[in-house]
């Protein structure tokens, strides 16, 4: 099982590019593509879930280009996209038996997944309801539902906690943990706690090009030794910022703690262990510069 994205390009009317030789290899497991919005993350979704046909370069799903033979990926496919729609006149249970009839599912196959699925994504009780009177949390998980109708091998979800509660998103979050060990998972969203929390891998994207691709363990490497707490009064905030990467603050009794991103301390700051959001701003940040140079 193996997914290989081959210098793909994406350019739309205007002649604005979305993608620009992007590149990269997937075999089983859970990735997180973390950019933020506009970098082009929706557009490689739509490109892999064989919607829009790239300008440049390929996409092959165990070797065979996906463009030329689009239903062997189609078949094994789930995705989730950014903007999902539902038909608000049937309940949930007739618009995933649609959905699996489409997908070619046979009547008991479909029947015994549609209750799988319902009691794990937590809408059994409204199972009966039409859809237009469920929340945006509540379509979010019929959407959740759908991409696993076929059990897929390749699942991608774009932006998929938009609309949950917290307690739905840990669970959503715990969901794709799990599915990543038999299968490519590719969550696609601009929530570094999202990715923390599910991704064994973790690609960057800004500006339509991949920045960095490492685990999650290598991205904290880079910004070891490069982040400090530093307290200063609110009045020198804004100036510290025009100087330094900062990338949190809190206020507190004694002033400002604001977290900074530096190769050396401002006076008197101390250092701090990194996250995720630390190695994440840190890349962001080298890329434009590099881009402005």
Same mark, same amino acid.
């Given at each position: 099982m193996q997914l290989v994205i081959d210098g793909v390009s !994406?350019? /739309?009317s205007g002649g604005n590019w979305a993608l620009k030789g992007f590149t990269l290899e997937l075999k &089983?497991?859970?990735l997180g593509l973390l950019g933020p919005n506009g970098a082009g993350k929706t557009t490689l979704m739509s490109i892999l879930a064989t919607i829009t046909r790239a300008t440049e370069g390929r996409v092959t799903w165990n070797g065979r280009d996906v463009a030329s033979h689009p239903d062997e990926l189609r078949a094994v496919l789930g995705f989730l996209p950014q903007d999902f729609g539902v038909y &608000? #006149? +049937? #309940?949930?249970v007739e618009f995933l038996e649609y959905l699996a009839?489409? !997908?070619g599912l046979d009547a008991a196959t479909s029947r015994r997944r549609i209750d799988e699925l319902l009691n794990l994504v937590n809408l059994t009780d409204v199972r009966k309801r039409p859809l237009g009177g469920y929340s945006g949390g509540m379509k979010q998980r019929v959407g959740i539902a759908q991409a696993l109708l076929n059990d897929p091998q +390749?699942?991608?979800?774009d932006e998929p906690t938009a609309g949950l509660d917290p307690e739905e998103r840990v669970r959503f979050r715990n969901l794709l943990s799990d599915l990543s060990g038999v299968r490519i998972?590719? +969550? *696609?969203?601009?929530?570094? *706690?999202?990715? $923390?929390a599910t991704a064994t891998d973790i690609a960057l994207i800004a500006q339509g090009t991949l920045v960095a691709h490492a685990s999650p363990e290598d991205l904290l490497r880079r910004v $070891?030794? !490069?982040?400090? $707490?530093w307290v200063l009064p609110s009045a020198e905030l804004n100036a510290a910022k025009?100087? /330094? +990467?900062? *990338?949190n603050t809190s206020r507190r009794s004694d002033g400002v703690h604001a977290r900074v991103l530096a190769d050396a301390p401002p006076d008197g700051a101390q250092p701090v262990t990194p996250n995720l959001e630390d190695a994440y701003l840190f890349c962001l940040s080298h890329h434009r510069a590099g881009v402005a140079a």
């Open positions: !994406k350019r /739309y &089983p497991g859970g &608000p #006149n +049937l #309940n949930v009839a489409v !997908k +390749l699942l991608i979800v998972v590719i +969550l *696609s969203t601009h929530i570094v *706690s999202d990715v $923390e $070891e030794g !490069k982040v400090w $707490e025009q100087k /330094y +990467l900062i *990338s």
